[in-house]
């Protein structure tokens, strides 16, 4: 504890300062790379926005706002933005619900238990490349397993568009990044749940809780603090997927699953509009910011209840 | 820093970033000047890689010290590595089979360097009739030339599939067309592996429908022309179709519908001639039975459009040691090299020198003798082929085509139409203003 | 007996955190060989006294000094110390012996040296059959001697310890302090010891210093903190049960107390007093004051007895376990004067005041 | 827990079909490599392959540059890894440790630099490997990738260093160790499980990145298996399924491998220091 306060104290002793300058040293190269890879695009991202610029030639004008402006009243944008929130809000939640019943699940007794649990998680390993070419093949319309084994089984006749047409693309990608992503909450609530001490189910048992009412009155609660990290980062990453979705679907159809990475990933190398893809990045962050802000808050609030 | 001595403070928007890349890409560049070339193309079937070695092999050995080091891009991630490597003036020596559009753009905007020497290199009367047409955008200069011709809508066909259904004719119009693919559909095969994916080559082939209706896109003086009759017939037309592609043709690019035809799944097909080389490697079963044909327009009084890619070189402007990188492009064309590469994807890439056409070693290949028809026709479609850069000889060579195909308007109102079921008139606004916009920016 | 190299001085030493304060204008000499408790309620300052002590904080101003040089500078590891923390803070992935070794070795003490000095420790700890396992495979009382034996094995000027009993069960920590005792009379070095139980204090200390709000409150040996302690503070926290305060005044050559009336040995002059009362210096059963029986606690030995007082007070008395004692009855007792302790009720420091026999009421 | 035989049985086989569902495109992508060409043409699909072949290995191997780029994401992987824990490391040493200005912010920066979409660094950054010198090489891609690894390694550091005791940390300083002494003899070897799990994470966000090669890289030389892999094979005029499988297994041997042997660190280093805040 004490050194969490002491900035102002002892600064006059030598080997105190010796000590953060020592501290300072070891942070250096964090903070070097920071500024090199991170700042510095940052920085120059928020000057672009403010031009009109041919991405090749790099070369433009001055616009002010008027990137932002000409994004207001964009029906694409929007349209975008609203995909996104679609998106993630869907797959963080698919990935949240089977996280947990999935962690639930490998913290019981069961047969070749590592085995079961390595095959879970494993998903979250493959890289996103390798995830969309198996979707892909899975989902394919000729020979496709997905279309074959649903029409086998009766419950198509003719071999759906999984990702070709809405609402089918949205929920295909909505699955795979479910599935893509849910054992890394898995990883985490599996960590949570191992340190759940067994004396408070027994109470709760003595109580007389059932099994549900065990899950809501003891697990959940002592799964509240790792369940919002792992919602904070897991939010931030889908709102940034850009792989998965342009692997899978590129967008299409027309604009119906095109999510904000994707449309400044268009707008910068596709119409080669610097500019505009620089304020669509801005408010990209500002968006996440708000985000971020607003759900530590709503945190903060409830851990002081 | 340079930002000053430049002068003009607005145009040179990029301040530090620019004058940075200015900065540095001289000295990386002479680092690399004295030995190495890099050449980028997106055609990297192996076969094809193969080619080039040999090509790369005799020019490094007629050209002691230089070092020549192929760098694959692709159809749909071209745009953001050159938009890259421009930016940084880290470009590469020669660029190949880039659409001509491409060329055109990066001409506009002053990143070129004119290819004339190169084509006088190779002789301008070896050419055919007109092949570098489309990259004189600047009169008596040229932006890039050809390294081949296609023909990208070629209709393939699947006779024994015919044959049982009952139809003897080849379709020469629309109806015929969706008539022989409703007869022919079933049993697992479908009619068409028409592409509804909002990709280029959806805006590509619908292009050509557009064509074969008897519209355009653009007219010669590139007004936008897409509120016409023929661009509402063709979306009309085009939807009909839809029953006829595999549900998964709403992500279809050419990759899929290629496969789709080989693999015996569509009874038609619609690419180039690399069709007969994947046939017959992946599905020689079908092989005897596939013919190449011009594909059908709405009525016999519209003549055939053929796409063309115009596969082309370039050279960036700020590439180093230009001499070499001249030679190097002229090299390509060297007839054994040219040849080993025309090989590669037999009917695929077509010759540009007319030269080369009539030599023996051209004619030697298996598959060219054995679709000698189809080769042929193919030659002579493309020969008469154009595309949205050029959509016909009346028409001033179109520098935005690139943005357009990139920024998916064409395939979106496709899409629009024929997916998302929007009213006809709404979409071909839509796609006029969008289109607008684009040629406008 | 004291050796000058091993005192330790505090000089006028202040730190702050910000703007809390931790210790305040802390003025303390602990001779050489001297075994000295920090005690007091936690929050108190005495830890962070320790760890200046240490060099693992460094004072705001004022001057540390060891063996009469001043350390303010000197690094921990050069201050010649040694410390057993209330953790243990055993490097968890070293064997014993390493744990033990470690502080020679980073002392560039040879191989071989380590090694025999290793087993002399081991030996007076007991530890010689634990030296190839790791800290976790060890009991409490174990780790604990671990850490000490760290201690011992580089023979330092000052040992420090921070709690270093809190950690284990009630008869470990008796036969602990014992061995402690033992170790410290046989090194002869200063032992500087950290707690807030007082009867460790008590019972090892040569000299405790009780310490609340940062402050020092009183430096003595355990009898005068015990017996004369120097505030209020020292005499409601050292003796347990706490002694019983009395809130009155002087008047009249005279305690006032509803309850409690007794004259004073000498003049005092009339103002606000506390009258502190042990619980073993009052007598049950006869006397001039009244008091009603609240809660008797027997604990064999003896009988802790609870009585309310007139005025709402409440006094605390131990009485002999066979007395008869019962809850709600009325009893008389009296308080041996000389055994009494007078505070100043504003400034809470004990005053001179000598008391006399009251005169039944 | 008590549980009826019946019970049990029930259970092992929902969570066996439960496990089976979601492996199952890994399976089914096993299963497509081995299958010839040809056979994959069938309609209806065959479940087993009724003829097993490696020819989609061996091309691979022996025919494509695909052993090039496994070596290039193995060596940029490997190398992001070590540049990164070693730096996140002493940064995270330092936060949690030293005392000195501007460290809280710091501290809270590193959580913002989170928001941030690859897309936008995309270009500033290439800018400046072309600056650097390095522009279409590995290393490019290296210092590319610690934009998005630095952040997560320090946070998941930081928050296990917090769990190590500050007590030995102070023994070995009054022991006689310096600051750095304390830091490799006692802090390191507690972190380890730690610095182990971050270790994989980073690997494993290197080994699949996509974007950031797409761009930045663009010779084979220095492409890494997710765009070579793609590149390769996803192309205009062809698109084999069967070798795409193929590759796509030979592409997650190695995260086999190291998962094996390694998946207790990943949980442990997660649950003990990674989800604290």
């Known amino acids: ?305 | ?441 | ?361 | 827990m008590k549980r009826s035989i019946l019970g049990g049985i029930a259970f092992n086989l929902l969570a066996w079909t439960v496990v089976f569902i979601v492996a199952f495109p890994l399976v089914w992508m096993v299963i497509t490599s081995v299958k010839p060409q040809f056979e994959l043409f069938r309609i209806p699909p065959t479940f087993w392959p009724e003829q097993i072949t490696f020819e989609h290995y061996t091309r691979l191997l022996f025919e494509t540059p695909f052993l090039t780029y496994m070596r290039n994401s193995l060596v940029l992987s490997s190398a992001t890894t070590v540049l990164v824990v070693g730096v996140a490391t002493l940064g995270a040493h330092s936060l949690v440790r030293f005392r000195y200005r501007g460290r809280e912010v710091l501290a809270q920066l590193v959580l913002f630099t989170y928001l941030l979409p690859s897309v936008v660094l995309l270009l500033p950054l290439y800018l400046m490997m072309v600056w650097l010198g390095v522009a279409n090489s590995l290393f490019s891609l290296v210092i590319a990738y610690t934009s998005f690894a630095l952040p997560y390694a320090l946070w998941l550091l930081r928050s296990f260093m917090q769990g190590i005791p500050e007590d030995l940390e102070s023994a070995a300083l009054v022991d006689g160790a310096t600051r750095m002494e304390a830091f490799f003899d006692v802090i390191l070897p507690q972190a380890l499980p730690g610095i182990i799990s971050t270790c994989l994470f980073t690997f494993i966000l290197s080994w699949n990145e996509y974007l950031y090669a797409l761009v930045l890289v663009n010779t084979d030389a220095a492409r890494p298996l997710t765009t070579g892999v793609m590149s390769m094979l996803v192309s205009a005029f062809n698109i084999e399924w069967s070798l795409l499988m193929a590759a796509s297994v030979m592409m997650s041997i190695p995260l086999i491998i190291i998962f094996a042997f390694l998946q207790k660190f990943l949980t442990r280093g997660f649950g003990a220091g990674g989800v604290k805040g």
Request: glycine residues 8%; charged residues 15%; hydrophobic residues 45%.
């Open chain 2, 1 to 441: 820093m340079s930002i000053l001595t430049k002068g003009d403070l607005t145009r040179r928007a990029l301040g530090g970033l620019a004058a940075a890349a200015a900065v540095a890409a001289p000295g990386v560049a002479s680092a690399q000047a004295r030995t190495t070339l890099r050449w980028w193309s997106p055609q990297t079937a192996p076969a094809q890689r193969e080619a080039y070695n040999f090509q790369i092999r005799t020019f490094e050995e007629a050209n002691p010290g230089v070092r020549v080091v192929f760098e694959a891009t692709s159809d749909e991630g071209y745009p953001a590595q050159m938009a890259a490597a421009f930016a940084s003036g880290q470009v590469p020596s020669v660029v190949t089979h880039l659409p001509s559009f491409a060329v055109s753009n990066y001409w506009q905007a002053g990143l070129l360097e004119p290819f004339n020497d190169v084509i006088d290199m190779i002789g301008p009367q070896n050419f055919y009739d007109g092949a570098n047409r489309v990259y004189e955008i600047t009169p008596g200069q040229y932006a890039g030339t050809g390294i081949g011709n296609s023909a990208a809508n070629a209709m393939w066909l699947r006779r024994d599939l015919m044959e049982r259904a009952g139809i003897s004719a080849t379709p020469r119009t629309w109806d015929q067309l969706r008539d022989a693919c409703r007869r022919m559909q079933g049993g697992g095969v479908f009619g068409v592996p028409l592409p509804y994916g909002r990709n280029s080559m959806t805006s590509l082939v619908f292009i050509c429908f557009v064509h074969g209706a008897g519209g355009q896109i653009f007219t010669p003086d590139l007004q936008v022309a897409v509120n016409s009759d023929a661009f509402r017939n063709s979306l009309e037309f085009y939807k009909s179709m839809r029953e006829f592609a595999p549900p998964g043709a709403t992500s279809y690019s050419w990759g899929e519908s290629l496969t789709a035809f080989v693999s015996g799944a569509t009874a038609t097909g619609i690419y180039t001639g690399r069709v007969l080389a994947n046939v017959a490697a992946q599905n020689p079963r079908i092989a005897p039975f596939i013919t190449a044909h011009e594909y059908p327009t709405v009525s016999a009084s519209v003549p055939h459009w053929t796409f063309n890619d115009f596969p082309s070189v370039m050279i960036p402007k700020v590439a180093p040691n230009m001499p070499m990188a001249k030679r190097f492009a002229a090299h390509l064309f060297r007839a054994d090299g040219y040849i080993r590469q025309l090989h590669a994807a037999p009917g695929h890439v077509l010759p540009v020198l007319k030269t080369i056409s009539a030599m023996p070693e051209y004619q030697a290949n298996p598959i060219i003798q054995a679709n000698r028809a189809a080769v042929d026709l193919m030659s002579t479609m493309a020969a008469s082929g154009h595309n949205l850069g050029w959509e016909s000889p009346r028409h001033r060579p179109n520098t935005k085509a690139g943005q357009v195909i990139a920024s998916h308007a064409i395939s979106e109102a496709v899409q629009r139409f024929v997916i998302n079921n929007e009213p006809i008139a709404q979409v071909v606004s839509t796609t006029a203003q969008r289109l607008e916009t684009l040629m406008r920016a």
């Open chain 3, 1 to 361: 007996m004291s050796n000058p190299d091993y005192q330790v001085r505090f000089d006028k030493v202040r730190k702050a955190f910000g703007t809390a304060v931790a210790v305040r204008d802390l003025d303390l000499t602990i001779e050489g060989g001297e075994f000295v408790s920090l005690l007091g309620p936690s929050g108190c300052g005495k830890t962070t006294t320790l760890r200046m002590l240490a060099g693992l904080e460094f004072p705001t101003d004022g001057a540390i000094s060891i063996g009469g040089r001043v350390v303010n500078e000197v690094a921990p590891g050069a201050r010649d110390i040694a410390m057993v923390f209330q953790s243990y803070a055993l490097y968890p992935h070293m064997t014993v012996a390493e744990n033990i070794a470690y502080p020679l070795k980073k002392r560039g003490v040879g191989k071989a040296e380590r090694a025999t000095r290793v087993q002399k420790v081991a030996e007076t700890l007991q530890l010689g059959a634990l030296l190839s396992r790791k800290p976790r495979q060890l009991s409490g009382g174990q780790q604990q001697r671990v850490a000490l034996g760290r201690a011992l094995v580089r023979d330092p000027r000052v040992f420090l310890l921070d709690e270093p009993l809190s950690n284990l069960d009630a008869k470990l920590r008796s036969h602990m302090r014992a061995e402690l005792i033992e170790l410290h009379r046989r090194i002869r070095r200063t032992f500087v010891y950290v707690t807030h139980d007082q009867l460790e204090a008590m019972t090892m200390s040569d000299r405790i210093a009780v310490m609340h709000d940062g402050a020092l409150q009183q430096f003595g040996t355990p009898a005068e903190v015990y017996n004369q302690p120097a505030n209020l503070f020292v005499a409601g926290f050292i003796g347990s049960p706490a002694m019983t305060l009395l809130h009155g005044e002087a008047r009249d050559g005279a305690f006032h107390h509803p309850a409690v009336t007794m004259p004073f040995g000498a003049p005092v002059s009339a103002g606000k007093l506390v009258l502190g009362i042990r619980p073993e210096d009052v007598t049950l059963g006869q006397g001039p004051f009244e008091a009603c029986i609240r809660l008797v606690e027997p604990t064999g030995h003896e009988q802790i007895v609870a009585l309310d007082l007139a005025g709402g007070a409440s006094l605390i008395a131990r009485a002999v376990p066979d007395m008869v004692l019962r809850a709600g009855e009325t009893l008389r007792w009296s308080a041996r004067p000389q055994r009494l302790h007078v505070f100043d009720a504003t400034t809470g420091q004990r005053l001179a005041v000598t008391m006399t026999e009251a005169a039944a009421a």
């Open chain 1, 1 to 305: 504890m004490a050194a969490q306060h002491g900035t102002a104290a002892g600064r006059g002793n030598p080997l105190d300062r010796k000590d953060a300058l020592l501290g300072v040293m070891l942070i250096a190269p964090t903070v070097l790379i920071f500024c090199a890879v991170i700042v510095y695009p940052l920085v120059s991202a928020l000057y672009l926005s403010l031009f009109r610029i041919y991405t090749p030639t790099l070369q433009g004008n001055f616009v002010g706002f008027a990137n932002y402006a000409e994004l207001a009243g964009s029906p694409e944008f929007w349209r975008s933005l609203l995909n996104t929130a679609v998106w993630t809000v869907l797959t963080l939640t698919l990935q949240i619900v089977f996280g947990i019943a999935a962690a639930l699940m490998l913290n019981q007794a069961m047969l070749f238990r590592s085995l079961a649990r390595s095959l879970i998680l494993f998903p979250y390993f493959v890289s996103t490349v390798v995830a969309v070419l198996v979707w892909r093949w899975l989902f394919n319309d000729l020979y496709g397993i997905l279309n074959h084994a649903a029409m086998w089984a009766g419950i198509l006749d003719m071999p759906l568009d999984w990702l070709g047409s809405m609402p089918n693309s949205m929920i295909s990608i909505v699955l795979v990044g479910a599935w893509k992503y849910f054992p890394f909450v898995v990883i985490a609530v599996l960590a949570r749940l191992q340190t759940i001490p067994e004396p408070l189910y027994e109470a709760a048992r003595i109580d007389g809780a059932g099994a549900w009412s065990r899950f809501t009155d003891v697990t959940l609660p002592q799964l509240r603090e790792v369940l919002v990290v792992v919602v904070l980062l897991r939010a931030i990453w889908d709102f940034k997927e850009f792989d998965l979705i342009y692997l899978l679907t590129g967008g299409g159809p027309v604009i119906a699953t095109q999510t904000l990475p994707l449309m400044v990933y268009k707008e910068a190398f596709g119409l080669n509009e610097m500019g505009r893809a620089s304020a669509v990045a801005v408010v990209m962050m500002l968006v996440m910011l708000v985000f971020m802000l607003f759900y530590l808050r709503v945190n903060r609030a409830q851990d002081q209840r």
